[in-house]
C-alpha cells in the first residue's frame, strides 16, 4: 500500500504567483484529508481533480489566516452542493473560532460541524489512521502532526525547531516542515531557518524532508537552502511546491 500526499498550498500570507496558503492533502481513497486549509486551496483542490465535497476532515496545525482562511468556504461550498456535516480538528481555541464565524453567517447553522480541540500528545483516529499532536513553538497555541498511514510521515505545521518534533519524525518516512526564511533574514522567532532547522536535525531525524511555509524572501535562495541543511545534517531535502505529489 502507499500514501498519496499532495502540497495544496506551500506559501503564507504574502501572496506570490507561484505559492497560495498553507494546506495538504491525504488522498485517502475516498475519504481525502486536508491538513490545514488557507486561502487558495479550495480552488487547488479542484486542480488536483479532487471533489471538495469527499472532505469529511480538516485538521488545522493553528488558526493563523493563511492556514485557516478557506474552511469556511469550503464549508460553504459543500453546503451548496447539499453536503451538510464536516469534522474540524485543531488546538485550543478552535471552537471558539468556529462559533464566532458562524454567528456572522447564521445560515450555515444548518451545517453540522464536529470540532474536536486537542492538546500536545493527544491522539486521535481519522479514517483509521492514528495521529499524533507533537508540541510545537508558535505564536499562539499550535500543534504539528505524526500520521501513521501506510507510511508514517510529520507535518510541523508554523514552528521554530523543537526537540519534539525532531524526536516524532525519528521514525518517519517524511518530515514536512516549515522553513519560512533563508538564513540571511536574522532575529527570526516562531519559525525556521535552514540553519537552525540542520542544526536540530543533526540528532536524529527522517529519511526524507521537505520544505513548506515558505515567504518570498526565500525566492533565489532554494539551492542555497537545501544544500545548507544537506551539508549539516545530511537527511534528502528539497523545497516543497504547490500542486506536488509525494508517494510513500
Not at 494546506?23 to 481525502?32: E, K, Q, R, T, V
Not at 488536483?48 to 460553504?76: A, M
Request: aromatic share 6%.
Amino acid at each position: 500500500m502507499t500514501t498519496n500526499i499532495t502540497l495544496l498550498g506551500t506559501g503564507v500570507a504574502i501572496p506570490q504567483k507561484e505559492r497560495v496558503q498553507s494546506g495538504i492533502l491525504l488522498d485517502d481513497a475516498d475519504n481525502p484529508i486536508l491538513l490545514d486549509c488557507g486561502a487558495g486551496i479550495l480552488q487547488r483542490l479542484t486542480e488536483t481533480g479532487c471533489d471538495h465535497i469527499k472532505i469529511d476532515n480538516v485538521i488545522l496545525s493553528h488558526l493563523h489566516l493563511d492556514h485557516v482562511s478557506d474552511v469556511l468556504p469550503l464549508i460553504k461550498a459543500n453546503w451548496l452542493c447539499d453536503k451538510n456535516h464536516i469534522s474540524i480538528f485543531g488546538p485550543t481555541g478552535t471552537e471558539k473560532w468556529m462559533t464566532s464565524l458562524l454567528e456572522i453567517y447564521p445560515y450555515l447553522k444548518d451545517v453540522t460541524i464536529d470540532i474536536t480541540e486537542l492538546n500536545p500528545y493527544d491522539i486521535f483516529t481519522v479514517n483509521d489512521m492514528q495521529i499524533e499532536c507533537i508540541p510545537t513553538i508558535h505564536s499562539m497555541p499550535s500543534l504539528g502532526y505524526k500520521v501513521h498511514a501506510d507510511s508514517v510521515f510529520l507535518y510541523s505545521g508554523d514552528t521554530e525547531p523543537v526537540r519534539p518534533i525532531i524526536n516524532a519524525s525519528s521514525d518517519c518516512r517524511l518530515l514536512i516542515h516549515e522553513c519560512s526564511f533563508p538564513d540571511s533574514i536574522s532575529d527570526v522567532t516562531n519559525h525556521t531557518t535552514p540553519t537552525s532547522l540542520g542544526n536540530m536535525l543533526q540528532k536524529g531525524g527522517p529519511d526524507e524532508l521537505v520544505l513548506t511555509h515558505l515567504y518570498p524572501h526565500t525566492r533565489g535562495f532554494e539551492d542555497e537552502m537545501v544544500h545548507t541543511i544537506l551539508d549539516i545534517c545530511e537527511i534528502p531535502v528539497q523545497i516543497g511546491s504547490d500542486l506536488q505529489k509525494i508517494v510513500l
